[in-house]
């Protein structure tokens, strides 16, 4: 039975599962954490991809039964969580790919981002919507909160686009491949916490100047810089960051 609040949408479409099984290969890895393998549309290649220590995460009991029963070789290797409730699975470097569950698409990027010092790459199926704001850039009308706490911390490519008919049901949204690689030189922040309330207090009110927007924030003599006279779309991720060292 299908799930509809585990944003159960299984791709059927072969060569979308081989693109996505590609573009993770363009950046080499050793272990490899699946979200949500469902059905193993995309499982089946990953398990046997050689050389690689592989482990997914799947929340719903029936298809953890169904893989364990159709892929013996997935024996031990299947955690039986919510992907939110876990902690790495792994020592060191791993790699992270799924068709992912798109209610909780924001949580996912999250825990990435909060997994990032022992991220190789990521390669993650998301609504368009949601793949275009992580990739989008300063000045364009979906830049936002996503993107620069993302962009803050990793590179951010835009693969490919995926039609609804890929999934079976299809969803009511496109959909789109994204790879997130964590920057070689991070940006230079004062801390997490201060990027995090700074965008976050900048886009709340993304129509005012940023001095308006967040002069909670700041000293009034700091807020004399004119780059308080922009609004949050317009500044940079390098913009934001420099930001946080003239907070309060
Ligand atoms: N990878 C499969 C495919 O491409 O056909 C399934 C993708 S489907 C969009 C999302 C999968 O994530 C489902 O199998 C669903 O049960 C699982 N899922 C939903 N919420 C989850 C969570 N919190 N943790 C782990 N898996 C979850």
């Known amino acids: 039975t299908l799930k509809k ?18 573009s993770l290969e363009e950046y080499p890895f050793e272990k490899l954490l699946e979200v949500g393998p469902g059905g193993g549309a995309l499982t089946k290649y990953l398990v046997r991809l050689p050389g690689i220590d592989f482990r997914c ?12 029963k159709n892929y013996p070789a997935l024996e031990g290797k299947i955690i039986h969580k919510s992907v ?3 902690d790495p699975p792994f020592e060191g470097t ?41 990739a989008a850039r300063e000045g364009n009308k979906v ?34 491949v994204i790879r997130m690689t964590p920057l070689k030189e991070p940006v230079n922040i004062r801390s997490d916490k201060h990027l ?26 700091k807020l004399q810089d004119g780059i308080f006279n922009k609004r949050a779309e317009q500044l940079s991720v390098a913009d934001f960051a420099a930001l946080t060292f003239t907070m309060r």
């Open 5 to 22: 609040s585990l944003g159960q949408h299984f791709l059927k479409d072969e060569s979308i599962c081989q693109r996505i099984v590609q």
């Open 94 to 134: 791993f790699t992270v790919v799924g068709n992912f569950p798109y209610n909780i698409s924001t949580e996912i990027l999250f825990k990435v981002q909060e997994w990032r010092a022992q991220i190789g790459s990521m390669v993650g199926m998301f609504q368009k919507e949601v793949a275009q704001r992580v």
């Open 196 to 221: 995090s309330l700074l965008v976050k207090t900048a886009f709340n009110q993304r129509r005012k100047t940023l001095r308006n927007a967040v002069k909670g924030l700041f000293e009034p003599d």
């Open 84 to 86: 939110l409730d876990i």
């Open 57 to 68: 995460v799947e929340l719903d009991d029936e298809k953890v039964a169904w893989l364990l």
């Open 143 to 176: 830049y936002g909160v996503t993107s620069v706490l993302m962009q803050a911390y990793f590179k951010v490519d835009y693969l490919f686009e995926v039609d609804e008919e890929a999934f079976n049901p299809p969803p009511k949204v496109k959909s789109a």
